[in-house]
């Protein structure tokens, strides 16, 4: 038995002919496809779907078109999205290089390890994380460089004390795009600050040059944003905005595997009481498996080795020297050997406490930090962060009879953390 939608169908189609148009993002028609009225099929092209020769899917090696971020050459290996650090299909990461790259010419850079006279130690590729140097003109004036952080955003949406754009952060490059010679160059497009009345705008650039010697040429151009400016009583045009600069903090090695089971934050990865290196727990070797980063929890507690009348020790809350009971730890930042200050800047405070043994007035103040490091290890992780005081017995906070001590900030626990 026939259908009669089928039929009705069928019949309509003998008298209009029936197809698909394709709208591009432009809203222009980029293709159209007829029924072919012998077969009733419509033939569709397989670029507008990917195919098993041309479509890298949506695994590690970069995502298709409703995955992948706008902007990203998943193709040609430059700027890559290789994987993703959430669900641990980037591993083996190791540090390359860590410093600061000129702004005004070429920095030649000598990785840490040996990485093959073709990139062949590598793993799959290098990583490459920075910042923005930026130089404000106001009425035509240069101020003093600072800078500001990068924010990756396919869809190009500023954010306030960021330079957005458009090109995966951190840049990523397939080893064999890397070739010895071959200069490679990415292209930092985006809205940056999303400055006001920008007439004159060029995108900063950053080429990288792998070498015979196994070094790596880096070299930055600058770009600008710039409004039309208002002349002065002498015809000059004074322009208001900013120019920037790509500044080259580090470098690491990646590999590509795939996605990984992650450790909830309710798994503890260290508990007792420890300073130094500090060996992990259910971590796995690349901290692939620890959701977000690591989460670093401190004794509330700042031991000292004076002690009260009692025999006792005296000690003091890490709140009230202002100092964090914890710090969080980016996947982002969980590279082998790389070491990065854990706090910010301790601002220095006093406390007026009594000589627990003479029982007079005496002082305990708080200088800063003598120590203040975290490095990521295999399976591991070294935390160092220690509080310099001078203390007194006397009544003078000028007394030369200050003494200098450190006191370590202990760790009681390690967790993975989600955002």
Do not use: C
């Amino acid at each position: 038995m026939v259908n009669v939608i089928d039929n009705e169908a069928r019949n309509r189609s003998n008298m209009m002919p029936i197809g698909i148009k394709i709208i591009d993002d432009k809203g222009d028609v980029a293709h159209t496809s007829k029924t072919d009225l012998d077969t009733n099929y419509i033939s569709l092209e397989s670029k507008w779907f990917g195919s098993s020769s041309n479509n890298t899917g949506g695994g590690t090696t970069g995502g298709n078109s409703d995955t992948t971020p706008a902007g990203t050459d998943t193709s040609g290996g430059v700027n890559i999205v290789p994987g993703s650090l959430d669900d641990g299909s980037i591993t083996s990461r190791r540090l390359e290089w860590s410093g600061t790259t000129s702004t005004t010419e070429a920095t030649n850079i000598t990785f840490m390890n040996d990485v093959g006279l073709n990139l062949n130690q590598i793993g799959d590729g290098l990583q490459f994380w920075g910042h923005m140097q930026r130089i404000k003109v106001t009425d035509g004036v240069k101020a003093d460089a600072d800078t500001i952080p990068l924010n990756f955003d396919s869809k190009n949406n500023k954010m306030d004390g960021y330079y957005t754009t458009t090109s995966p952060i951190p840049f990523s490059i397939d080893k064999n795009q890397l070739p010895v010679g071959r200069k490679v160059t990415i292209t930092i497009n985006g809205v940056g600050e999303g400055l006001d009345d920008i007439v004159d705008h060029v995108s900063p650039t950053i080429s990288f040059t792998f070498n015979q010697d196994k070094t790596l040429t880096v070299l930055p151009t600058e770009g600008h944003d710039l409004d039309s400016g208002t002349k002065d009583d002498t015809g000059t045009v004074k322009t208001n905005g900013a120019f920037y600069t790509f500044v080259l903090d580090y470098i690491n090695n990646y590999s590509i595997q795939d996605p990984i089971a992650q450790l909830p934050p309710s798994v503890n990865l260290f508990s007792g009481s420890a300073s130094g290196e500090i060996a992990l727990s259910g971590a796995n070797e690349f901290f692939d498996n620890v959701m977000d980063g690591l989460e670093i929890t401190f004794d509330p507690l700042l031991h000292t080795n004076i002690v009260d009348k009692d025999r006792k020790e005296v000690s003091y809350k890490l709140a009230d020297i202002g100092v964090p009971t914890s710090i969080k730890v980016p996947k982002a930042k969980l590279i082998e050997n790389f070491e990065f200050n854990g706090f910010d800047k301790l601002t220095p405070t006093v406390l007026a406490v009594k000589n627990p043994i003479y029982q007079t007035p005496g002082y305990l103040q708080f200088l800063g930090y003598s120590a203040n490091t975290i490095k990521i290890l295999k399976n591991a992780i070294t935390v160092n962060i220690a509080v310099k005081t001078s203390q007194s017995s006397f009544n003078s906070l000028n007394d030369s009879s200050y003494a200098k001590v450190n006191y370590t900030i202990l760790v009681t626990k390690i967790t993975p953390y989600k955002n």
